[in-house]
């Protein structure tokens, strides 16, 4: 069993930053991909970015040149660098760890962006 742990969400202005970090309770290495997904209220949780074991990266269109996704191998942490936020990034953050035949999600972590 895998447990991840969100943090670092908040209010934050449009145009400003965040750093979400998701804490896992395994090795880094151990896990094949991980990802940060969102939702907003009504509707279906949606892809934002994932890295591979190998470093690979792939990010949602909506977010691509804003945000970062980056691992901390020795501290067993996934971040997520937003920048230049915008409204509609408003949502309840999950980070994913897909061990096979296993998935595993976070609690979540809110992030409202407002003025």
């Known amino acids: 069993q895998v447990q991840l742990v969100e943090s670092g969400g908040g209010l934050v202005q449009p145009g400003g930053s965040l750093r979400l970090s998701c804490a896992a309770s395994?090795?880094?290495?151990?896990?094949?991909?991980i990802g940060w997904y969102r939702q907003t209220p009504g509707k279906q949780r949606e892809f934002v970015a994932i890295?591979?074991?190998?470093?690979?990266?792939n990010y949602a269109d909506s977010v691509k040149g804003r945000f970062t996704i980056s691992v901390d191998n020795a501290k067993n942490t996934i971040y997520l660098q937003m920048n230049s936020l915008k409204s509609e990034d408003t949502a309840v953050y999950y980070c994913?760890?897909?061990?096979?035949?296993?998935?595993?999600w976070g609690q979540g972590t809110q992030v409202t962006v407002s003025s």
């Open positions: 890295i591979t074991r190998g470093g690979d990266t």
């Open positions: 994913n760890a897909a061990i096979p035949p296993n998935d595993y």
């Open positions: 395994t090795t880094i290495f151990s896990i094949n991909v």
